[in-house]
Structure formats: C-alpha cells, structure tokens
C-alpha cells in the first residue's frame, strides 16, 4: 500500500467521523426536542405551558440568535401568550428590554419547572437600559 493510498483511506474515515458525529448531534437534538415537547406541549413551535389549568402559548428561544432578538420591536403580544427561552447550561441568566416596546412579565423557572420569580419589565426607552437580573 502507498503513502497515496493510505492517505485516501484516512480521509474516508475522516469523512465517516465526521457523519456519524453529525447524526449524533441530530439525535441529541432530537431528545431534548422531544423532551421539550413532552414537558411543554404538542406543536414544537408553539407549545402550551401550563399551571393549575391556566396555559400560555409560548414561543421558544433555543438558539443564541432566537434568545438575542428575543421580542424586540414588537407592538402586541397576544393574551396568555410568551417566550420560553431554553438555554443549554441551568444557571441565572439577565435580561435588558433593549428595542423591547411593551412591559412584559418575567418568570425563572428551575430545573424542576417551577417558578422561583416573577418581575415586570418595562420597555428601554433610552440607553442605557436597565438588566433584570433574576438573582436580585
């Protein structure tokens, strides 16, 4: 065999890594997809949360560019509706208004999937905006 040949083979394997690694982040995904739906709902796109009977349909936040937009420039939210916002990691995470045109409600809710705090956040109307840290 050939440095040329063994060459060729390496990259072939390289190539099969590299799939076989793209399927099992597919398949991870696919879990917490799962995961998220059995806890929140049907519709992955709009899942229903509820508590004691009341349910809010919420949008999900997963990516870094979903939870950034967040819900900036928007004028109305409809009743009982919101963001969930899934993050990779539990930890406590702040939030800003900043491009955010209506006061919203914001609730922490652990790994347990219970709600350890609710606060009000009013609109940024000038910089800089204020952080709403869930810790304080």
């Not at 349910?55 to 509706?81: D, W």
């Amino acid at each position: 065999m050939d440095l040329h040949s063994t060459k060729k083979g390496m990259k072939n394997n390289n190539k099969h890594i590299s799939l076989v690694m793209i399927a099992l982040g597919c398949l991870i995904l696919g879990i917490i997809t799962y995961s998220i739906i059995k806890h929140f709902g049907k519709d992955a796109s709009f899942p229903q949360v509820c508590k004691e009977g009341i349910c809010f349909t919420v949008e999900l936040a997963r990516t870094k560019a979903e939870q950034e937009l967040g819900l900036m420039n928007r004028s109305f939210m409809a009743e009982k509706s919101g963001m969930l916002f899934i993050f990779p990691e539990s930890n406590l995470y702040a939030f800003w208004m900043k491009k955010t045109l209506i006061p919203l409600d914001m609730l922490r809710i652990d790994d347990t999937l219970h709600v350890v705090r609710v606060m009000t956040a009013q609109p940024c109307v000038a910089d800089p905006c204020a952080i709403y840290n869930p810790e304080i």
